[in-house]
């Protein structure tokens, strides 16, 4: 039996082999593990790729925003609108920092936040907007910076899935994802599209004071060695990380090639059936397939998950439940039925293995045992 994992993260680990190796020994043999070469050699590396002004590594994605947060000067009882369908950082810092998650619905053919529904949430208390772009396309951007310069918001965007995508504006401008705010934040966990071997994060801004802003939130509030001006977090990227992903950014165009090739053979595949609704990418955005989600219309999700693991394929549910049913996040601003799209996805969508390392084969042996379960 074949055995299909969500990712082949040891598949790509070894066709590059040598340079991480080498670059890990080079690491070590400098002892250099915090700061230093490696670091900054990737933050300037992602700069040009990004064709931003400043990259501020750190620890991980959910800390990124959390930074963001911090360094825009947000303060308690301030509202930060998110989208209901995420994964939980994008709301739990802002819980975290006591602000208030002000949740809205989604877009049903992209599964990105809905700008109207944006609009309708908006109070005086509203300081902040955070799309994500969830499974890899960008949300309406063109739309959101409308309505954050008519309130006078910051745009933070949760760009943890989507790096590499671009964006065209009605403009016909065309920016990277995370670079269109005021603030983007992404993850290096080793799963997402540009993965370390281990946590690893990073912040964009084009805004030099903003930039100078985060790096001082990062490192302990401190401008000044021992001098602390600010009451800041520790949230570093480390050389070896560092030294891993400048190598796979070098790679980075290709492995979201290699994705999209899974994303079109998937849409072929299923085009003979309505029963499995596919990705629809919307015409401002590329779609970099950090997942491949479908939704499912009559079909027994828990009875398909069950015969694809029994032919050794994975899959998974991004995500079950909405934010605004989580236990944690329960509030009496919400209730269930709020935000029927959100919730309708929670029941009905499936993420299929998508990575970088697969073969036809392999597609040709999922795609027939997912149609052998719904015919
Ligand atoms: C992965 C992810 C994060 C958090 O990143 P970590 O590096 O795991 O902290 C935040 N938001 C979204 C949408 C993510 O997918």
Known sequence: MQHIPMVDL????????????????????????????????????????????????????????QVAMMALGLKPGDEVITTSFTFIASAEVI???????????VDMTTYNIDPMAVERAITDRTKAIVPVHLFGQCANMDAILDIARRHNLYVIEDNAQAIGAEYTFKDGTVKKSGTIGNIGCTSFFPSKNLGCYGDGGAIFTDDDALAEQLRVVVNHGMKVRYYHDYVGVN??????????????????DEYIKARQKVAAYYEKAF????????????????????QYTVVLKDVDRDG?????????????????VPLHIQKAYRDPRYKEGDFPNCEYLCKHV??????????????????????????
Request: with cysteine.
């Open 271 to 290: 085009a003979c059936t309505d029963r499995i609704v596919t990705p629809k990418t919307a015409d401002f955005t590329t779609h970099v397939f950090h």
């Open 350 to 375: 499936l993420a299929l293995p998508i990575h970088t390392e697969f073969n036809e084969e392999q597609l040709e042996y999922v795609t027939s045992s997912v149609l052998e379960y719904i015919r």
């Open 10 to 65: 040891v598949g790509q680990y070894n066709k590059i082999k040598p340079e991480v190796d080498a670059a890990i020994q080079q690491v070590l043999s400098t002892a250099g593990f915090i700061g230093g070469p490696f670091v900054k050699k990737f933050q300037e590396d992602l700069q040009k790729y990004l064709d931003v002004k400043h990259v501020i590594p750190c620890a991980n994605g959910t800390d990124a925003l």
């Open 235 to 252: 949230s570093r990227l480390d050389a070896i990380q560092a030294a891993v992903l400048d190598i796979k950014l070098a790679h980075l």
């Open 95 to 105: 819980a975290l920092l006591r602000l208030t998650p002000v949740l809205v619905d």
């Open 304 to 320: 398909l998950m069950q015969h694809l693991q029994s032919k050794g394929i994975a899959s998974a549910i991004y995500y079950p």
